[in-house]
């Protein structure tokens, strides 16, 4: 019996439930979905570009880390609901080291059922050796990778649902996986429960939109969306993240739990459906290039939103590739300006620590950034309010060491007795930094594997 039967066979439908929308996402809407949704998969989206070079930054340290840091809290939190009642569970949260993810979901599920769990680990995304030997074109520099200086120190691509379906088909309880492509989470589980052709270009495209939709959790039931003048939304404090009920035709129904916070209408959706696509009528992803130009949302119930008119063409023939270099250390220090003149003295502060940056420790002029946070720093200059009432200064520098970026915040520090009058608040930190870069590889370089563990009852 598959889990979806055991919610009504008459529906013949299966119910995703979105889990996370990003690494550091809540965990208690996930909990909920767990414990009330009656779901068939519960799926965890937690990596983007610079969240799996953090992870490949882990692993550099500590060659049993590497994955994402929640993990343990998610699962814990989840698996005692899910093994229970059948869910499956899918994350890409294996990060930079699936093996050592799976090792750890394997230690937890342990404690977490009265039965024998299958725990699947999907590798291969890792291509670092393949991006050495192929010497792409770096997409930001338009230069071969072998005339970059940097140390290279991971590459990932963007896998699809082809590598995950093969694990569900050994009949895993979770599934962990590294930069396998956000759509793809749903994508592969809606493919095995069916048995979708992925050569099924219009179909795949649907579930690709229902991927997409789901990917990003809370951002469907009035995450990122909520404006209190103009788009008010209540309950944001408990934000119920969205499930969508799938039929075989590719259609669906997306839902959240009754009772909980936040709404899921046309209007969210449809914002959601445009987040992060540059042409809607060619999204491209590692399982087909979707075509959402003819898409519509209708509202069949409270918080229940139906999606019709996606679909697909044929896949891209490259995948594309996230790379990590090594780039040296940012120095960064912060101080607050209020009152009066509160800018032209977060000026004078800033002119004095880059002066200082410069001439005394030898940093070039250029490595230095200034931004006056509260006067139109995020408007990059265009903007800026020069009569502010409260300034806070960012001075940021990269350096080659942790010590020369040390200099950056001690050089802010020192404006409290050195500096413009009622200078406080000073912060200091320094970081290494792993520059993000990317590029694409044919896909018939990437080959992906399925490492299954079972544990024992």
Not at 426 to 439: F, K, Q, Y
Request: charged content about 20%; overall charge negative.
């Amino acid at each position: 019996m598959t889990p979806s039967s055991t919610r009504g066979s008459a529906s013949r439908s299966v119910r995703l439930g979105a889990g996370s929308g990003f690494s550091g996402d809540r965990i208690d809407p996930a909990e909920k979905l767990a414990r009330r949704a009656d779901l068939d998969y519960l799926i965890f989206e937690c990596l983007g570009e610079r969240t799996v070079a953090a992870g490949n930054s882990r692993r550099l340290e500590d060659p049993g880390a590497g994955y994402d840091p929640l993990l343990a809290a998610r699962m814990r939190a989840v698996l005692p609901y899910t093994l229970a009642s059948g869910t499956t569970v899918i994350t890409n949260a294996g990060a930079a080291n699936p093996l050592a993810a799976a090792e750890l979901v394997s230690g937890i599920a342990s404690r977490s059922a009265d039965r024998g769990v299958r725990i699947a680990a999907v590798t291969g995304d890792a291509v670092l050796d393949q991006v050495l030997r192929h010497d792409p074109v770096v997409w930001e520099t338009g230069k071969r990778l072998s005339e970059h200086d940097e140390l290279l120190v991971s590459a990932n691509a963007y896998i699809g649902a082809e590598a995950v379906i093969p694990a569900l088909e050994l009949d895993a309880d979770v599934v962990v996986t590294g930069r396998l492509a956000d759509p793809s989470l749903y994508v592969a589980p809606l493919a095995h429960h069916f048995g979708w052709d992925l050569a099924d270009h219009a179909t795949i495209g649907a579930a690709t939109a229902i991927g997409h939709l789901l990917e990003c959790a809370g951002q469907l039931t009035g995450g990122y969306y909520a404006d209190p003048v103009t788009k008010p939304v209540k309950g944001m404090a408990d934000l119920g993240f969205p499930f969508a009920d799938v039929l075989a035709d590719g259609s669906a129904t997306f839902g959240k739990l009754d009772g909980s916070g936040g709404i899921l209408t046309e209007r969210t959706c449809a914002e959601q459906l445009l987040y992060e696509v540059g042409d809607p009528t060619s999204y491209l992803t590692p399982d087909v290039t979707a075509d959402f130009g003819n898409v519509s949302f209708t509202g069949v119930g409270p918080d229940r939103v139906t999606i019709t008119g996606a679909t697909g063409r044929p896949r891209p023939q490259q995948l594309k590739v996230t790379l990590g270099f090594r780039g040296g250390w940012l120095g960064e220090g912060q101080i607050s300006y209020a009152g009066p003149r509160a800018y032209p003295r977060a000026q004078l502060a800033a002119e004095i620590v880059t002066e200082r940056l410069v001439d005394v420790h030898g940093f070039p002029e250029d490595a230095v950034s200034v931004e006056y946070i509260g006067a139109g720093a995020a408007f990059r200059g265009l903007d800026t309010d020069t009569g502010a009432h409260e300034v806070r200064v960012r001075v940021a520098a990269r350096a080659r060491t942790r010590e020369e970026a040390d200099l950056v915040g001690w050089e802010v520090e020192s404006l409290y007795t050195n500096g413009p009058a009622g200078g406080g608040g000073a912060r200091r930190s320094s970081t290494e930094v792993l520059a993000i870069r990317s590029c694409t590889l044919p896909r018939d370089l990437v080959s992906t594997r399925v490492h299954l563990t079972e544990v024992p009852k």
